[in-house]
T-cell receptor, first 110, second 112 residues
Framework: RKEVEQDPGPFNVPEGATVAFNCTYS??????FFWYRQDCRKEPKLLMS???SGNEDGRFTAQLNRASQYISLLIRDSKLSDSATYLC???????????FGTGTSLTVIP | NAGVTQTPKFQVLKTGQSMTLQCAQD?????MYWYRQDPGMGLRLIYY???????DKGEVPNGYNVSRLNKREFSLRLESAAPSQTSVYFC???????????FGPGTRLTVT
């Protein structure tokens, strides 16, 4: 079983739509969770950390569900510039291992 | 403040050749990482350095060696390149384990 699993999509949504991605992780001892954004042929960039209480940054909301071992990312009022691949990242809390999901592709359509 | 820099950006090698990928960060981070990214596989950790003077294997270390030259620099060496090592290589750094990572722009390596 993979450490981190994501639905690869693609998600094609119209501008202004709300879209949500989920990511499941296998290690119940994981302590740190992140969402990264990766544009085509570029490096991943941190979008937001995910805290136990959930957190919001403008149009983006991240949630953590420890009981079901998943994290989610909600994007409201989608913009064309949100088109990218979104990577879920989990730290296994053993050593320095960060596990990356394969990413979910989002295209926002005019 | 350049963040994380990597050289070269592109490289083509023949099977059996060797090369070193360079990475440097100016954020005074303790931890540094090398990943490879292949289609459909996500990023996979090759080696990491939790702090200056230490290195450890990640998920896919075979065929690679690393050197943490000082706190700023972490290099990745391919001693005898193989076509299976064709990939995009990213270096990253973080303040400490459990903290978010910052990535360099990547090196696109093709081994023929």
């Amino acid at each position: 079983r993979k450490e981190v699993e994501q639905d690869p999509g693609p998600f094609n949504v119209p501008e202004g739509a709300t879209v949500a991605f989920n990511c499941t992780y296998s290690n119940s001892a994981s302590q740190s969770f992140f969402w990264y954004r990766q544009d085509c042929r570029k490096e991943p960039k941190l979008l937001m950390s995910v805290y136990s209480s959930g957190n919001e940054d403008g149009r983006f909301t991240a949630q953590l569900n420890r009981a079901s071992q998943y994290i989610s990312l909600l994007i409201r009022d989608s913009k064309l510039s949100d088109s990218a691949t979104y990577l879920c990242v989990v730290n296994a809390n053993t050593g320095n291992q960060f596990y990356f999901g394969t990413g979910t592709s989002l295209t926002v359509i005019p | 403040n350049a963040g994380v820099t990597q050289t070269p950006k592109f490289q083509v090698l023949k099977t059996g050749q060797s090369m070193t990928l360079q990475c440097a960060q100016d954020m005074n981070h303790n931890s540094m990482y090398w990943y490879r990214q292949d289609p459909g596989m996500g990023l996979r950790l090759i080696y990491y350095s939790a702090s200056e003077g230490t290195t450890d294997k990640g998920e896919v270390p075979n065929g690679y060696n690393v050197s943490r030259l000082n706190k700023r620099e972490f290099s990745l060496r391919l001693e005898s390149a193989a076509p299976s090592q064709t990939s995009v290589y990213f270096c990253a750094s973080s303040e400490n384990r459990d903290y978010e990572q910052y990535f360099g722009p990547g090196t696109r390596l093709t081994v023929t």
